[in-house]
């Protein structure tokens, strides 16, 4: 079946940076976007980007852009979000899922939790 | 960007009963590229309705979606336990995807 795993919960210091990998199995990892979404606690969900496999070409929030870095390493079909300078309201649950412009984002990975915390 | 607002912010139903939850844009949503998501507490979202009325793989009847343009609808016609979530609309039809608030459906 189709699935994303994420890397486990982060704790990071103010100013540092986090890197998030979501492996993808089931599927041809280059058929599909990766996007990045992220959920502060108790709160909605915000897009931040998506990559593209296939090509490598990367579309950022304009909120996220000079911060945010998205890569791949398509010989083991991993996703990376890397995001820099990071900010206490930075915390958050960082979800990975799978992007068509047919059915849009499904499924999510299960999420990973980033702690911003001196 | 195309802003996406939700309504009601929570809805309180009891099981069996009808919920009807709404979700309007700021500009008409590009080949009606919306989808509905829920999720519970915990969890990941889920996909349930995508293209603005089709359901997903493993979606339920009783769930449905409508509408075009600005203005969309998720309605569960007889709500179960488990539907008891927080429920987005989403835009994927142009840069950047945005979300709605979210409408939490709660057990009255």
Redesign the interface.
């Known amino acids: 079946q189709v699935q994303l795993v994420q890397s486990g919960a982060e704790v990071k210091k103010p100013g540092a940076s986090v890197k998030v990998s979501c492996k993808a199995s089931g599927y041809t990892f280059t058929d599909y976007y990766v996007?990045w979404v992220r959920q502060a606690p108790g709160q909605?969900?915000?897009?931040m980007g998506w990559i593209n496999p296939n090509s490598g070409g990367t579309?950022y929030?304009?909120k996220f852009q000079g911060r945010v870095t998205m890569t791949l390493d398509t010989s083991i079909s991993t996703a990376y979000m890397e995001l820099s300078r990071l900010r206490s309201d930075d915390r958050a649950v960082y979800?990975c899922a799978r992007?068509s412009?047919?059915?849009?984002?499904?499924?999510?990975?299960?999420?990973t939790l980033v702690t911003v915390s001196s | 960007e195309i802003v996406m607002t939700q309504s009601p912010g929570t809805l309180s139903l009891s099981p069996g009963e009808r919920a009807t939850l709404s979700c309007r844009a700021s500009q008409s949503v590009s080949s009606s590229y919306l989808a509905w998501f829920q999720q519970k507490p915990g969890q990941a979202p889920r996909l349930l309705i995508y293209g603005a009325s089709r359901r997903a793989t493993g979606t339920p009847d009783r769930f449905s979606g409508s509408g075009s343009g600005t203005d969309f609808t998720l309605t569960v016609s007889r709500l179960e336990p488990e539907d008891f979530a927080v429920y987005y609309c989403q835009q994927y039809g142009s840069s950047p995807l945005t979300f709605g608030g979210g409408t939490k459906v709660e057990i009255k």
């Not at chain 1, 909605?44 to 897009?47: D, P, R, T």
């Not at chain 1, 412009?101 to 999510?108: A, H, S, T, V, Y």
Request: proline share 5%.
């Open positions: 996007h909605g969900l915000e897009w579309n929030a304009q979800y992007g412009w047919e059915i849009g984002l499904d499924p999510w990975g299960q999420g």
